[in-house]
């Protein structure tokens, strides 16, 4: 292979995508390669890694489940069938069984999924929006504001974490799932923000970063093109974390009564019954309890998939390969590729 052709390959991700000047490209083709650089590629990746692969079925899973189940599924109502009825005793009418109430298990499962999907996604944004920010701001500003924003950062982390959410729980008392997911991760974006911020002072002394300053960029230019595609594999196992978390979070609390759900179906309000109606000691009940233990273990083991199968997607050499836009015939396979940087070779 000629030296020009190996020049060609250490094409960072906006050389490669850039390679044909804006100003030659009508709208429609920047739309068309921006679609396929930030949407098809991603999605080929993702389809190439079976981790990855697996844990966005089993998210799409849940989500279809929540957007449509609700409406397919009538609400689960008391005597609504048979008392503590096996799985599959009445075909397929009631296929999980019910509870000592006759509720349908199956239909408290769907209908507890929406308000759990609100939940984890609030709580993963907050926590990595507000990480992101306050760590990547003052590890690249320095200064009187990387001391600011850590000395907030330290307090916030010296909050103990539970007792808070207990008594934001007590004097709130959440009915929104969206406000049950901020609550649940108050404070722990500050250990994010933490990591972040010592992960950018390394990234910032790279001789790329230097030379993008050198050129007169933009501090938010910088921070975009250079900075965060290094730290984003870890910024989304991070989210995935934090939805864990929730997920956890909310089930414990819900289970020992701490956050209300008077009007509130939830999988740990469902453990919580199953619990006290008997569910450990009768065999007959078994799948009362088994159902929510389950559900709540397949959600987070496709999070977890999905979080270990995506980090190449933030590999520009990756991703450029995958875009049909760029990636040529003679291209080697990326079969043993990882995400090592973002910002790339400069």
Excluded: C
């Excluded at 911020?197 to 230097?210: A, G, N």
Aim: aromatic content about 8%; cysteine-free; charged content about 15%.
């Amino acid at each position: 292979m000629s030296e020009r052709t190996e020049q060609v390959r250490v094409l960072d991700d906006d050389e490669a995508f850039e390679a044909v000047a804006e100003n030659t490209m009508g709208r429609g083709e920047r739309y068309r390669r921006l679609f396929d650089r930030w949407v098809l590629a991603p999605g080929r990746i993702i389809w190439d890694d079976v981790r990855a692969r697996v844990g966005a079925s089993i998210l799409l899973l849940y989500v279809l489940v929540g957007l449509f189940g609700p409406a397919v599924y009538k609400e689960p109502k008391v005597n609504q069938g048979p008392r503590s009825l096996t799985p599959l005793a009445e075909g397929l009418t009631y296929p999980l069984g019910t509870d000592n109430l006759g509720r349908d298990i199956l239909a408290q499962l769907v209908h507890a999924t929406p308000s759990m999907l609100q939940m984890i996604t609030a709580g993963g944004l907050f926590v990595t929006v507000m990480g992101v920010t306050v760590g990547t701001t003052a590890g690249f500003a320095g200064g009187r504001t990387d001391r600011f924003l850590s000395l907030i950062t330290d307090i916030v982390m010296t909050i103990p974490g539970l007792p808070l959410i207990v008594i934001l729980a007590a004097l709130l008392e959440p009915q929104d799932p969206i406000v049950t997911g901020l609550i649940l991760t108050i404070n722990v974006w500050a250990g994010l923000a933490r990591e972040i911020r010592s992960q950018v002072l390394s990234i910032s002394r790279h001789s790329y970063v230097e030379a993008s300053q050198a050129m007169g960029l933009s501090t938010p230019t910088i921070i975009l093109r250079d900075i965060l595609p290094n730290i984003m594999p870890y910024v989304l196992i991070t989210f995935v974390n934090a939805a864990r978390q929730v997920i956890f979070a909310s089930i414990g609390l819900y289970f020992l009564g701490v956050l209300p759900y008077d009007s509130v179906v939830n999988w740990g309000v469902m453990i919580d019954q199953a619990v006290s109606g008997g569910a450990m000691h009768v065999m007959s009940m078994a799948h009362w309890l088994i159902a929510p233990l389950a559900t709540i273990t397949l959600l987070s083991f496709g999070l977890i998939l999905f979080s270990q199968g995506t980090d190449r997607m933030f590999n520009p050499r990756v991703r450029a390969r995958h875009s049909s836009t760029t990636r040529s015939n003679d291209d080697p396979s990326d079969d043993g590729a990882t995400a090592t940087t973002g910002g790339g070779v400069r």
